[in-house]
């Protein structure tokens, strides 16, 4: 059984998730893919910061500077992004199993994946609350086996509200560099 790590928070809906905002900080570089993008909170972010991003959606969005792809990921038609590669692409409250591989094959070479979602456990606290749409312990470790792990948390996130979660970052290829930290 894997360890359960806490999870600090998940985020507000206007404001980026915490786990995008430290991990988001490494991309320099876009293309950026904001996988059901719901409001488009991490799309803007990126956007925000000067970066080329893609948001795909089933609902309508306007976004300044985001290019938006309406589709459902869900209806077995194919993946609207072609052979489209993403220097990152992030992922959160959202869980749809078959994506897996094509999420991971769309990562460029040395892209960066960011991925955050609810877990079993999370039925206690309300929605969602289907197994189909939560995570099992330790699943998102074994969900992308050709990306090298950067990070990893599971277990219980008190604020905004209480959840339970799950939530990697990898990578495809090559090392990513890690921001430094100052001693002072």
């Known amino acids: 059984m894997q360890p359960i790590l806490p999870a600090t928070t998940l985020s507000g809906a206007s404001h980026p998730s915490p786990w995008v905002a430290r991990w988001g900080a490494l991309v320099t570089l876009g293309p950026v893919l904001d996988l059901a993008c719901g409001s488009g909170r991490h799309a803007s972010w990126f956007a925000g910061r000067g970066l080329p991003v893609v948001a795909v959606d089933r609902q309508p969005l306007e976004l300044p500077g985001v290019e938006f792809i309406r589709a459902d990921l869900e209806d077995g038609s194919t993946w609207p992004l072609g052979n489209r590669r993403f220097a990152a692409i992030v992922v959160t409250h959202y869980l749809h199993r078959p994506l897996f591989p094509v999420i991971a ?62 939530r990697i970052t990898a990578v495809r290829g090559g090392p990513v560099r890690l921001p430094s930290v100052s001693a002072g």
């Open 105 to 166: 094959s769309a990562l460029d070479d040395g892209g960066l994946l960011i991925y955050e979602t609810f877990m079993l456990g999370n039925e206690r606290f309300g929605r969602p609350s289907n197994p189909d749409f939560l995570l099992r312990p330790g699943e998102l470790l074994q969900a992308f086996p050709g990306l090298a792990v950067v990070a990893f948390e599971q277990g219980e996130a008190t604020t905004p509200k209480p959840a339970m979660v799950q």
